[in-house]
Structures are given as C-alpha cells and as structure tokens.
C-alpha cells in the first residue's frame, strides 16, 4: 500500500470516530491516579457519570463518580482548579439538582467531562489538591440527580409486549397499533425514588376472577419491571416538536428503572384509561446520570424490522441510514429474600437482557412524546417500557416469568416465588461492553420490598 494513503485514512477513521463522539476520553488505555477506578468494573475514567450525593456530615451536591469514590463538584467549582471557562458548567453540575446541567445541552457538558478526565487521569498536577475533594460513596447518601418535572413510562420491548399479550389474548398477543406508534402513558414524577429507598407494597382494589367484587387490601401480585430510563436535557418549547434528526441531542444521559407494578390492581384498573394506582406508588432509578457522551462507544444500528413489518412512519424515520441509535446495554436482575439474607446466601440472578431488543429507539420515543408539541423539559424521565427477550432467561418481569402467577421458580435456599414477597430486594445492574473499550456500569438500581401499611 503506498505510503501516502496511510494518512488520509487515518484522517478517516479519525473523522469517523469524532461522528460517533469517540474522543480521548473513551481510550481504553486511560488509567485514573484514583486508586479505586483502576480497571473498575463499573466507574473507570471512561464512565464519569454525574450525580447528586450528600457526604456523611453534609448536604446533597453535585459529583462525579469515579472509582468507589465520589468527586465533589462544589469543592471542584470552588477551586480554581478546572479554569473559569468551566465556571458556568461546573456551577450548574455542583448543585443539589442537575436540572440547570441537563438544560445547558451536550457542549458544555461533553467539554467538562473532557476536563474532568484530563484532572482525574495519571499525570494530573492537581492530583494532591483533588485527592481532597474525593467522599468513600459508601459513606455517602445519593439523591435523584434532578427535580423531575414529568416522567413517561412506554412500552417499547416488543417481547415484553408480547409476552404479555399473550397471557391476555394467546391468539392476537400484539395490538394492531404496536408497530406504528410508541405506546406510553404519563407516570408520576413524585414518587421517582433514589436506588435504595424503600417501597411499601400499596394497598389497593384487587378482584380474582372467581370473586363478584373487588376488595381493598394489600396487592397480591406484586411485581417489578426491568428498563432503561433517559434523562431529557434541554427540550422543547410548547408547541415545538423534536425532529427525529435532533432528538440525540435532548437525550443527556440513561439510568436503570424498576417500574414496580401491582398486577392484581392493574388488571382490575385499566380499562379503559391505562395504568394509574397499579404503577405510579414507586419508580425506583439508578441515581447516576450515565452520559450519552460515556455511551459513545456502545451505539449500535437499531435492530432491522421482521419482514413485514411496516416502516415507521416519516416522523419517526431519520433521514440517514445507518445511523447507530440503539444502545448495547446488558442489564439484569436480582433477587434476594429476606431468608437468603438471613442465611448468607447471594442475591439470585432472575435474568437479564439487553437493550437491543427495543422496539423503537430512545430518540423515537423523544421525538413521539413531542410530535403533538408537548414540552420536555430538562429532568424530565422516560421509561423504555420493560425489556425482554426471546428465552425465559430474558424476560424483564415476574409475570412474564411466572405466566401470570401460574408457575413458580425456585430460589436458592428452598423458597419459590411467583410475585414478590415482603422482605425481598430486587437488585437491577447494567453493563456496556465492547471489544476495545473499558466496560462501563449504571451502580445499582436496588429496592426493598415493605409490607402494606394496616
Ligand atoms: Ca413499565
């Protein structure tokens, strides 16, 4: 090969590499001074997620997690240490909401990620006077990272839609609809809760098919749902929908989502409106903000449609092809009872599965929510609907798991379960993973189930 073409494709790849927001960050070789982040199997150099934290003697802040330590981001912003053309960034990343941060757009925050890597890696000057800054995180409380404003839960695992229809209607699992438009209802910001805030098993109506009326009491069937969440940085103005082209650009970062489900009232509640007390008594989220500048490297071309399958229509279609859209994220769930607890037996790995199994992409579902001109705002939360693959290994909920409640499964330690039982943790993690690329994690997405309230 001449030599004189060697440069020219470097000069490719490199271009093709900045399209994909591949820059120093993402290098595999990059290793942090803090100890801790070495090889870190969720938060190495390369990750840098954003959160809000509160120290063991202080008030909830704006952090960066690095390693098992977290950088604060106030003590950073009130050094002189990053440079004043971070001031503004840094100021909006340092508070106790990440609201402003998320509002500011993808330049300002891909610009002090970038800073914050060059002050975090091996060879930093200012290592001595950062080392200060840093909190043990398992000294420290996490809050959500933002005030949420509005929080939209879809349905855009397909598998999950059909496991479930099928439970309902064997001969017609999938609505005619399904494949045409984003199905979604409107959630309850309020009671979004931080990983490891308790949930109360709601009281609520519930009716066996057997009894002639509901009765009140403690949920029977009490469930979880396994999603990704996407954190909307700037938004729209009413009235402004998002076209599909620009709708990356609104989509500041993902975290992990347990949409806890009552299914004995939601069955009985549904028709004909949607889910309401059934879904919106605890949403449970990994509270770090997983950047979509940190998910660069695990961007994949969305799964190609089944033959037969109608193309979305124009509004939902990029205008390139080819673009990668989806996320390759591995995520999983894990059980463990109160008796596990008790007798030192691990959590319980229910299943896991993976992002690519999503219908429709997270821009596709940025881009429906506005198309009527309804406004996202920075800190408002989308839910991907639960995800779930072919195999019963992947299948992102108990209902699916159990057939509806018919056929239990074994935990370790001798116990069986159908639904959830009081005293038990679902744990949820996820993994990003690709050949030449440090593998980045969520931290956990936990809750512990309580008893009804009398
Ligand atoms: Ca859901």
Not at 72 to 84: E, F, I, R, T, V
Not at 288 to 317: H, K, N
Request: charged share 20%; with cysteine.
């Amino acid at each position: 090969m001449p030599s004189s073409i060697v440069p020219e494709k470097r000069t490719a790849a490199a271009s093709d590499a900045r399209a994909a927001g591949l820059d120093d960050t993402h290098a595999v070789e990059l290793q942090s001074w803090v100890a801790s982040a070495r090889d870190h199997a969720e938060f190495p150099i390369q990750n840098l997620p954003f959160g809000v934290f509160s120290p063991a003697d202080g008030s909830p802040r704006g952090g960066v997690a690095i390693g098992d330590e977290i950088l604060d981001l106030s003590a950073l912003a009130q050094s002189a240490l990053a440079g004043p053309e971070f001031a503004e960034v840094l100021d909006a990343a340092s508070k106790s909401s990440l609201n402003h941060l998320l509002a500011l757009g993808a330049v300002p925050r891909r610009r002090l990620r970038a800073r914050l890597s060059a002050l975090l890696r091996d060879g930093s000057p200012h290592r001595d006077a950062l080392a200060s800054m840093l909190h043990r995180a398992s000294d420290c409380r996490m809050s959500l990272p933002a005030q949420i404003g509005g929080y939209t839960d879809f349905y855009a695992g397909i598998q999950h839609a059909i496991n479930i229809g099928s439970l309902l209607r064997p001969d017609n699992p999938l609505l005619p609809n399904y494949k045409y438009v984003p199905i979604g209802y409107h959630g309850r910001a309020s009671s979004v809760l931080p990983s490891g805030a308790p949930v109360t098993r709601p009281n609520g109506q519930r009716k066996r098919p057997e009894e002639e009326a509901p009765s009140f009491g403690p949920c029977r069937n009490l469930d979880y749902e396994l999603e990704i969440g996407a954190w909307i940085g700037p938004g729209n103005a009413l009235g402004t929908p998002i076209a599909i082209d620009n709708a990356e650009d609104h989509v500041a970062g993902l975290c992990l989502l347990n949409d806890w489900s009552a299914r004995d009232i939601q069955a009985w509640e549904y028709q004909p409106l949607g889910p309401f007390l059934s879904k919106d008594f605890a949403t449970t989220i990994s509270p770090w903000i997983v950047t979509a500048e940190a998910l660069a490297p695990f961007r994949r071309t969305q799964m190609a449609r089944p033959e037969g399958d109608p193309a979305p229509l124009s509004y939902l279609q990029p205008r390139t092809t080819g673009r990668q859209d989806a996320f390759d994220i591995t995520i999983e769930v894990s059980l463990q009872s109160e008796a596990m607890r008790r007798q030192g037996i691990a959590p319980h790995r229910v299943s896991s599965g993976s992002t690519r199994d999503l219908y429709w992409t997270v821009a596709q579902l940025v881009t429906h929510h506005s198309s009527n001109g309804c406004n996202l705002q920075p800190g408002d939360l989308l839910g991907s609907g639960t995800i779930s693959g072919r195999d019963p290994g992947s299948f992102g909920s108990l209902m699916e798991i159990s057939r509806g409640g018919r056929q239990p499964f074994d935990l370790p330690g001798g116990e069986t379960r159908t639904y959830l039982v009081d005293g038990d943790d679902i744990v949820m993690r996820a993994r990003a993973s690709r050949e030449g690329y440090a593998t980045i994690g969520f931290g956990e997405c936990r809750g512990r189930v309580l008893p009804a309230r009398a």
